[in-house]
């Protein structure tokens, strides 16, 4: 399987952060697997944001869960990170990845860089 980010690198302060990752070699509908948006700021850390089921269930992280929202296009085998409200502290490289779970993920994207500045 192959995972592709694609987005802006560049956002402003208070806009809407908007990725989307392209899969290849699997279906996003495939049984037992969730799809992720995990993220790295610089000198911290991985976090995990959120992923949606095979089933199309979403699940997020408690931290961000008011300004995050993931959905899939299934004739694209895309899904999509919207991240709203962002600040310079949201700057990070995006990842999606697949995984079994919410803390284990098996197969990765190249990751993003995505900076919040005006």
């Known amino acids: 399987v192959q995972l592709q980010e694609s987005g802006p690198g560049l956002v402003k302060p208070s806009q809407t952060l908007s990725l989307a990752c392209t899969v290849s070699?699997?279906?996003?509908?495939?049984?037992?697997?969730?799809w992720s948006w995990i993220r790295q700021p610089p000198g911290k850390g991985l976090e995990w944001m959120g992923a949606?089921?095979?089933?199309?269930?979403?699940y997020y992280n408690p931290s961000h869960e008011s300004r995050t929202s993931i959905s899939r296009d299934t004739s694209k085998n895309q899904f999509t990170l919207q991240l709203s409200a962002v600040t310079p502290e949201d700057t990070a490289v995006y990842y999606c990845?697949?995984?079994?779970?919410?803390?284990?993920?098996?197969?990765w994207g190249q990751g993003t860089q995505v900076t919040v500045s005006s």
């Open positions: 070699g699997d279906s996003i509908t495939t049984n037992y697997y969730l």
């Open positions: 990845a697949r995984g079994t779970n919410v803390h284990t993920w098996g197969s």
């Open positions: 949606i089921a095979y089933s199309g269930s979403t």
